[in-house]
C-alpha cells in the first residue's frame, strides 16, 4: 500500500459507509467488528494513517482521523470507535525503535489494541519486566496482532505508570462484552495469567507520552509523534459522539418532515418540536467546532516548535468532556422527542442514544473528573487525572 493523502482517505472512508450501514446489526448481534469490516479497514489504508512512513504509514494528522471517525460513527458507532481505538495503536511509534521493529518488520499492517487502566502486577526484573494480570475494555481485541497494556510499576517506592507491549501469544481474551451501548466493539478482558516477561525495549514510561517526549519521537522525528496524549486522545474518542448525534438529528428530521400526531397535526409545524431541532443542532455544532479547533491548534503549536502547557493539556481534556456532553443532551433530546416509534430495537435515535452514552462513559471523557482536573491545575493543584494530564 502506498502512502495516501487526507483526502483520498477520507474518500475511502466515505465510500465505506453503505458497508457499514449494511453490517451495523450484525455487528451489535456478534458483539463485535465483523472481519468483513477489519479487512475493509485494512484493504482501504484506514488502519495506518497514524503509522510512521518509514514502516509504510500514511503519517498523518488526528484531524484525519477524527474527520473520518465523524463520516463512520453516522454509519455504525462500533466500527468508528475500533477504527479510532486501532488507529491509536500507532502510539507503538513512541516505543524504543526495536519494539517498532519486532511489531512492523515481520507485519507492516499489524493490528494493536490497548487498555490504559493499569494492573498493579508488575515486577521489574533484569533486562524487564514480569507482567500478569486482567485489562478490561480491550475495544477491537479479536482482531489484533498485538496488546499494548497499562501497569503499575512499584518498584523503587513511587508508582510509575508504564505500557507494556504483548504479542497475541501472550494473552487470551475473555469474551465478556453484553452491554447496552457500543455493543459491536468487542471491548472485552485481556488475561495474562501467568507472570510473563516483557524486554524493556517493549515498555514505556506512560509519562513520555504525556509530554510528547517518547524514545520513539528520536527516531520517529515529526512534530505528529511530540503530540502529548491528551491534546489527542480525548478529542479522538469525543468526535464518536458527534457523528452519532449528526446521524441522529438527520434521521429525526427527515422522520419528522412529514410526521402527523394523532393523525391530524404535523410535527414540522409545532413550535416546541422546531425548538428541540435548533437545540441539538446547535449543541452538535458548537461540540463538533470546539474539538476540531482543539486539535487543529494542538497540531498547529507543536509543528511550530511549541509545548503544551500542563493547562493547555487539562483544557482539551476539559473541551472533550464537554462536547460529549453537549452531544448526550442533544441526543437525549431526540430520544424524548421519538415518542413511542423511538423505542424500537431497529430505530436509529434509539441506536444512537445507546451509542451515545456508551462513549460518553469512558474515563476520559466523564465530566466530573475532568472538570476537577481542570480546576484544579488552574488554581495550582497537583493533577488529579492519572491517564492524560
Known amino acids: 500500500l502506498s502512502r495516501l493523502g487526507a483526502e483520498e482517505l477520507r474518500e475511502r472512508a466515505r465510500s465505506l459507509l453503505p458497508?457499514?450501514?449494511?453490517?451495523?446489526?450484525?455487528?451489535?448481534?456478534?458483539?463485535?467488528i465483523p472481519p468483513e469490516t477489519i479487512e475493509d479497514f485494512r484493504d482501504l489504508g484506514l488502519l495506518r494513517i497514524l503509522q510512521p512512513a518509514r514502516f509504510g504509514g500514511h503519517e498523518l494528522g488526528?484531524?484525519?482521523?477524527?474527520?473520518?471517525?465523524?463520516?463512520?460513527?453516522g454509519a455504525c458507532a462500533s466500527s468508528a470507535w475500533c477504527f479510532v481505538i486501532?488507529?491509536?495503536g500507532s502510539m507503538l511509534a513512541g516505543f524504543p525503535?526495536?519494539?517498532?521493529?519486532?511489531v512492523w518488520d515481520a507485519k507492516p499492517d499489524a493490528i494493536t489494541c490497548g487498555v490504559f487502566a493499569p494492573t498493579p502486577h508488575v515486577a521489574q526484573q533484569d533486562g524487564g519486566y514480569v507482567v500478569h494480570g486482567r485489562w478490561p475494555f480491550a475495544s477491537g481485541s479479536d482482531h489484533s496482532d498485538w496488546a499494548m497494556l497499562a501497569g503499575l510499576n512499584l518498584a523503587g517506592g513511587i508508582p510509575e505508570l508504564r505500557f507494556f507491549l504483548?504479542?497475541?501469544s501472550d494473552y487470551r481474551i475473555e469474551d465478556d462484552w453484553y452491554v447496552s451501548g457500543l455493543r459491536g466493539t468487542g471491548s472485552k478482558t485481556i488475561v495474562i495469567d501467568e507472570p510473563t516477561f516483557v524486554p524493556a525495549h517493549r515498555s514505556i514510561d506512560m509519562g513520555t507520552q504525556r509530554e510528547g517526549k517518547t524514545p520513539g519521537s528520536q527516531v520517529n522525528t515529526s512534530w505528529l509523534y511530540r503530540i502529548p496524549l491528551a491534546a489527542t486522545f480525548p478529542a479522538g474518542v469525543a468526535v464518536i459522539g458527534v457523528g452519532i448525534a449528526r446521524a441522529a438529528y438527520a434521521a429525526w428530521v427527515e422522520e419528522n418532515r412529514t410526521k402527523m400526531n394523532y393523525g391530524v397535526i404535523k410535527v414540522a409545524d409545532s413550535v416546541a418540536m422546531q425548538m428541540r431541532c435548533a437545540d441539538a443542532a446547535a449543541r452538535i455544532d458548537?461540540?463538533?467546532?470546539?474539538?476540531?479547533?482543539d486539535v487543529d491548534s494542538a497540531q498547529a503549536r507543536i509543528a511550530n516548535g511549541e509545548e503544551l502547557t500542563l493547562l493547555d493539556r487539562a483544557r482539551a481534556q476539559r473541551n472533550a468532556a464537554f462536547a460529549t456532553r453537549l452531544c448526550v443532551e442533544a441526543v437525549d433530546n431526540l430520544f424524548e422527542a421519538s415518542g413511542g416509534s423511538g423505542l424500537h430495537d431497529g430505530h436509529p435515535v434509539q441506536r444512537a442514544w445507546r451509542d451515545m452514552h456508551a462513549v460518553a462513559a469512558h474515563i476520559s471523557l466523564r465530566w466530573d473528573g475532568n472538570a476537577?482536573?481542570?480546576?484544579?491545575i488552574t488554581w495550582g493543584r497537583t493533577p488529579g487525572n492519572p491517564f492524560f494530564f
Request: negative net charge; without cysteine.
Open 19 to 32: 458497508r457499514l450501514r449494511e453490517r451495523v446489526e450484525v455487528t451489535e448481534e456478534r458483539r463485535h
Open 62 to 73: 488526528y484531524d484525519v482521523i477524527n474527520d473520518i471517525a465523524i463520516d463512520l460513527a
Open 86 to 88: 486501532l488507529n491509536t
Open 97 to 102: 525503535d526495536e519494539a517498532q521493529h519486532d
Open 166 to 168: 504483548f504479542p497475541r
Open 286 to 293: 458548537a461540540a463538533d467546532l470546539l474539538l476540531r479547533n
Open 372 to 376: 476537577e482536573h481542570y480546576g484544579r
